[in-house]
């Protein structure tokens, strides 16, 4: 998708879908790595179109979810400037966000005894609501994403990049609650990518950390 957009954004009318290399072997001095040529596909996103989804996202690190992620990589001054990068954040609702680690070892016991029928208003309203908070005590864990497309190159105006990061997250020891609840607080996933893009768009050195 943000290839797509990128290629439209661009002003591209066919662009390759990505793809990905299944091995790579002899990396160092050896042949060059073959890869088979996909073919190009028309890219049916309107030229204008792109370009304005692009100039929208552009402001997520600006003054949007991933400011404070940008600004976990960049300084808030750099942030606010940037014009490399489009992105966007994402993060699915997780009932149980806001329950610390233990509430949700309680809550999601598989013993945990059922609500029982037959009760007052109050109390079944109560039950309803348990069972609905049970609804999150399945077996996926709360991640969240980023996605973006970046310009590798100051002296080219073309989008070159595309980047989607997914991170599972994790639960704070001081406080036993899941970082980064909602929408709210840093997003890993999109430091993870400004990091990466960072260093390809020449705004980070490289090093060997």
Known sequence: MMATLAAAANGATAARAPHLVEALRGAGNGPPLRVTSVEPRPVQIPHDVAEIIVSGMSFSHRAGTARLACEQVFDAKTCAQMDW????????????????????ALLCNADAAPATKGKAAPRQKASAKAARDRDGCGPLRPYKWYVAIYRSDSADP?????????????????????????????????EIAMQIAGRHAGAIPWNDR
């Open 85 to 104: 990068i489009a992105g966007k954040t994402g993060t699915p609702s997780f009932r149980n966000d806001d329950r610390t680690l233990s509430e949700l």
């Open 158 to 190: 073309r989008w070159t990049k595309a980047i989607a990061v997914l991170t599972e997250r994790n639960w704070l020891a001081d406080t036993g609650r899941v970082h980064g609840a909602g929408d709210r607080g840093p997003n890993p996933a999109a």
